[in-house]
């Protein structure tokens, strides 16, 4: 088991990673030099790969990274500034100022009514109710431009950013680098400086994949999904639970972890669009590639120019606000306000004789559900005996088919990949949370990014026969696996 | 990207024959053959079910036919940025409203290659007596991960167009790996087990098409009409005439694959 890597630091490993976190917290809070995201190297390598040439680090690298600055800040100060209403959501804004100009007309048509003393009481009552529904279409698109707005707020990141301590009127400051950077990194690419002992791995939210939500594969977490698991933490491995932290800064986390996420998002998206682009006509001779080289020696001096000057515009175009927001940004933003559409909604449990379900649950595992696929026939999770089984946050760099490429996307920061492995479910553990609508969601959804597949085939009711089964009628069996990552002790401050 | 296909602008000036109902359209065709020592692919490793599945299965990724013609290369109408796709031809309007198949046969994908338009239906099916599972991924469309028992199947529309074919994978059998191509535009087509495609009634002019196989990613390198092509993205320009276009063999060298 991989697991003992944690356990070499001997029996009580997690002392091992608190020194190392307590340590790591000590540089990072002395340190002056002002902290930065990291870009993700890993990225830009499989980008290079497939395009068999370096990316130009002018043209492609660096506008990359000041897109990303200008519209997410630094680790040390977060910064929205660009984050318009107008230019995200370009669609909801004009939506919302038709209605505007709609209401105001009917306003008008109503204060000129109600001047006439003749004036119908039905006449006046058509009018009012024609005023209501207006202002129930203006209530809806101006919830749905507060759900864009308020998915990352300023004074929240701020509260989350920069190194630990506080602000002047004594608000905290720094709370991610207080609690979580040691795992998940500055740059929340889950390779802090302790990661690589734990398994899992800590999250790489870059890919704004999450494991533990009440969304379908595919979706974002909703703001209730991300607070849910920083508030219980994720019990059987090294994620804590910040419980104990007041309600506005788990607030604040939670709108740090989204802001990773999108910024994470945008990064991976900008790379891909940038990669596409041929700049070879732009870059210095030794950084050619033979094809490069070939291609631009074939260019006259002018085909050359011509070449260069249009593709200077393409990139500033890119690098344009008015183009990057809209056609970038927006999407990934869109995606993460309205999360809530992609909820699965979780029927009441019926009523049924526990006994009774737990068969049926059995029955299904085994057969029409396809879990003892991977969980096994004792369902001690020893099903899956096929090689190549890794989780999606892996298969970013790691192809077990060809796997040539691992030392280099390990000296970029890569952590080793670990094979994945379905769960014991002996052993009563449920990570992403115990109550039957959690056990629910997880089997109709599946578990993202961990490969376990949403039980589509299962009607409603079967799938609560299953989650009885899972929850009650399995045998506790403690020594089916050795024991599973104590989690970390969670130092609140006063 | 205007600059990139200067080095592969490659007008089409083919014999055509004049066809009244057909005066605005023309049909593509073509066939890919690899030039040089075909390497198969080591046969995938059954590591998983093996009572069904057997120990070893041929791999799929790469099939050619016997004089090397290259099954699954898929080639689709390529759009600069800010270009728009032309309006179809109206026979696409009742293609667009049948259901494409994905089918587990075997432990393995049929096809390999698939082709969506954005919207359409895909019934993903389980022709297996075991269970597998379809687990798809691209970058504008959500994942997906289903599983699908014996003989089940499920439905799914992908609504966003894909600037590269979807990844669709079995997580319980790791080696079954396939691909959906979902465009926009109709304009696309996948080689046959002889290496043959067909675009049918693209409207005549020029266009672009990207061309790609599962193994090489985008092709970027043909030979067409004793012409080498090279282009980054693979992309290559024809200019449509009325009526039938045959691009004739198109050779991709064993070596770029």
């Not at chain 1, 291609?295 to 120019?305: F, G, I, M, N």
């Not at chain 1, 344009?320 to 999407?331: G, H, M, R, S």
């Not at chain 2, 432990?107 to 390999?112: D, M, N, R, V």
Request: overall charge negative.
């Amino acid at each position: 088991m991989q697991i003992s890597q944690a356990l070499a630091f001997g029996g009580p490993y997690r002392a091992g990673g608190l020194v190392l976190a307590v340590m790591i917290g000590a540089i990072l809070g002395c340190s002056s030099e002002p902290a930065k995201f990291e870009p993700n190297r890993i990225a830009m390598y499989k980008a290079e790969l497939s395009l068999g040439t370096k990316l130009d680090p002018t043209y492609q690298v660096q506008p990359i990274e000041k897109i990303l600055t200008e519209t997410f800040g630094t680790p040390d100060k977060p910064d929205l500034s660009l984050w318009d209403p107008k230019k995200l959501v370009p669609d909801l804004a004009e939506e919302r100022a038709d209605i505007q100009t709609e209401y105001d007309e009917i306003k008008a048509e109503l204060d000129k009514a109600l001047k006439d003393p003749d004036l119908d009481p039905e006449d006046r009552a058509d009018i009012e109710a024609d005023l209501a529904d207006v202002k129930k279409d203006l209530d809806a698109v101006d919830k749905q431009i507060a759900a864009v707005e308020g998915l990352v707020q300023l004074d929240m990141l701020q509260m989350a950013a920069g190194p630990y301590g506080s602000a002047e009127d004594g608000t905290p400051r720094g709370l991610y680098r207080q609690h979580c950077v040691h795992c998940h990194g500055i740059t929340g690419n889950g390779a802090g400086p302790t990661a690589a002992f734990l398994n899992p791995y800590p999250r790489d939210f870059r890919l704004g994949k999450f494991k533990w939500k009440s969304t379908t594969t595919g979706a974002p977490p909703t703001h209730d999904d991300l607070k849910r698991v920083i508030t219980n933490g994720v019990p059987g491995t090294a994620m804590p639970s910040f419980k104990l932290l007041p309600a506005e800064e788990i607030e604040a986390l939670t709108q740090y972890v989204t802001y990773l996420s999108l910024r994470g998002e945008l990064e991976r998206n900008l790379i891909l669009d940038f990669s596409d682009i041929d700049v070879a006509v732009l870059k210095p001779a030794g950084m050619q590639s033979e094809e490069e080289k070939e291609y631009v020696e074939s260019l006259s001096a002018d085909e050359l120019k011509e070449e260069q000057t249009g593709l200077k515009e393409e990139l500033a175009e890119l690098s344009d606000p008015e183009i990057f927001l809209p056609d970038y940004l927006a999407p990934i933003v869109t995606k993460w306000a309205f999360a809530d559409k992609n909820v699965t909604d979780v029927p009441e449990k019926p009523e049924v004789v526990l006994d009774e379900s737990i068969v049926h649950g059995r029955d299904l595992f085994f057969k029409k559900g396809g879990c003892a696929t991977c969980h096994g026939q004792s369902a001690l999770g020893d099903g899956q005996t096929a090689e190549m089984f890794y989780d999606d946050w892996t298969e970013e760099y790691y192809d077990p088919k060809n796997p040539e490429h691992l030392e280099e996307f390990l000296a970029l920061g890569a952590l080793p990949p670990r094979k994945l492995q379905p769960r014991n479910l002996r052993l009563g553990n449920f990570r992403g949370g115990r109550r039957p609508v959690d056990v629910y969601w997880r089997i109709r959804n599946g578990i993202e990014g961990a490969k376990m597949p949403a039980a589509q085939q299962l009607t409603e009711e079967e799938i609560w026969h299953v989650v009885d089964f899972v929850r009650k009628g399995l045998p506790y069996d403690s020594l089916s696996q050795p024991p599973e990552h104590v989690q970390e002790n969670v130092r609140v401050r006063n | 990207m205007k600059h990139a296909t200067i080095g592969m602008l490659f007008l089409l000036f083919v014999g055509f024959t004049v066809d009244q109902a057909a005066a605005q359209w023309g049909t593509v065709t073509g066939q890919f053959v690899v030039k040089g020592n075909v390497v198969l692919l080591k046969p995938l490793v059954v590591t998983k079910d093996n009572a069904f599945c057997g120990n070893q299965l041929n791999d799929p990724l790469l099939t050619v036919g016997p004089k090397n013609e290259l099954q699954d290369v898929a080639l689709w109408l390529y759009l600069d940025r800010g270009d728009k796709a032309p309006t179809p031809h109206p026979m696409y309007a009742a293609l667009a409203k049948k259901q494409v198949d994905v089918v587990n046969r075997g432990c393995l994908y049929e096809p390999q290659v698939a082709l969506a338009v954005t919207g359409q239906n895909v019934k993903f099916s389980n022709q297996d007596p075991i269970a597998h599972n379809f687990k798809v991924e691209g970058f504008a469309n959500g994942g997906l991960n289903n599983l699908v028992p014996a003989a089940g199947n499920f439905v799914h529309a992908f609504n966003d167009e894909e600037r590269y074919p979807m990844n669709a994978g079995c997580t319980i059998h790791p080696w079954m790996k396939s691909f959906i191509v979902v465009r926009e535009s109709p304009y696309m087509a996948v080689t046959d087990n002889l290496g043959n495609f067909k675009i049918e009634n693209l409207p005549v002019g020029k266009h672009k098409l990207q061309i790609w196989h599962g193994k090489s990613g985008v092709i970027k390198e043909v030979t067409l009409g004793g012409k080498t092509l090279k282009d980054r993205k693979g992309v290559i320009e024809i200019n449509v005439q009325p009526g039938q276009n045959n691009l004739g063999v198109i050779t991709v060298d064993a070596a770029k694959l």
